[in-house]
């Protein structure tokens, strides 16, 4: 029997424009409260929702938990790519020959200190596999543009790369199927 996943990115972060962040623990904008409430009323009822552990997406878990009277779980497989040594920094100021190097190579490539696209990767499908044992039919995912893009192929069956140019707004509601 399938189950319908609502894979539902954060609000909008309280971070400049141009600052790499994966990881980076930002908080939301002041506009949280209107953005989730438009979130809730998009998301049909889960019975569950699981959440990255980052506030960014937490604030957006625990908010929609409350307003559907479901329960909330929260694991760290659904944490945004890390960027290694690229955090907190802006694009512009990142070397230009490392940024290349990722560019060439956007699944394998790791930031210094970071992880692949590929890494993150596996763990998102490690993520759904256990979704996939649990008893709940209808499950709220709260994470980010780039594990939801990782969860998007796993359930496409396509290559990640392919969705890389896929615009992914924030608090955007997505459904989909996971299949036994």
């Known amino acids: 029997m399938a189950k319908t996943l609502y894979l539902v990115r954060h609000t909008t972060p309280q971070i400049a424009a141009g600052i790499c962040y994966g990881q980076t623990d930002v908080?939301?904008?002041?506009?949280?409260?209107?953005?989730?409430?438009?979130?809730?009323?998009?998301?049909?009822?889960?019975?569950?929702?699981?959440?990255s552990p980052l506030q960014r997406s937490q604030r957006l878990a625990t908010f929609l938990a409350q307003a559907h009277h479901?329960?909330?779980?929260?694991?760290?497989?659904?944490?945004?790519?890390?960027?290694?040594?690229?955090?907190?920094?802006?694009?512009?100021?990142?070397?230009?020959?490392?940024?290349?190097?990722?560019?060439?190579?956007?699944l394998h490539?790791?930031?210094?200190?970071g992880e692949s696209a590929q890494q993150m990767s596996l763990r998102v499908q490690s993520m759904l596999r256990d979704v996939a044992r649990l008893p709940q039919q209808h499950i709220a995912l709260v994470a980010h543009g780039g594990s939801i893009r990782a969860a998007l192929a796993q359930l496409a069956g396509i290559p990640l790369p392919q969705t890389l140019g896929w615009q992914i707004d924030y608090g955007a509601v997505i459904g989909a199927q996971l299949r036994d």
């Open 27 to 51: 908080a939301v904008t002041d506009s949280f409260i209107d953005e989730a409430a438009e979130v809730s009323d998009w998301l049909p009822p889960p019975e569950l929702i699981i959440s």
């Open 70 to 106: 479901c329960e909330l779980r929260s694991d760290d497989r659904l944490m945004e790519m890390h960027f290694g040594d690229w955090e907190g920094k802006a694009w512009q100021d990142i070397a230009r020959s490392e940024i290349d190097a990722w560019s060439a190579d956007t």
């Open 109 to 113: 490539y790791a930031p210094p200190s």
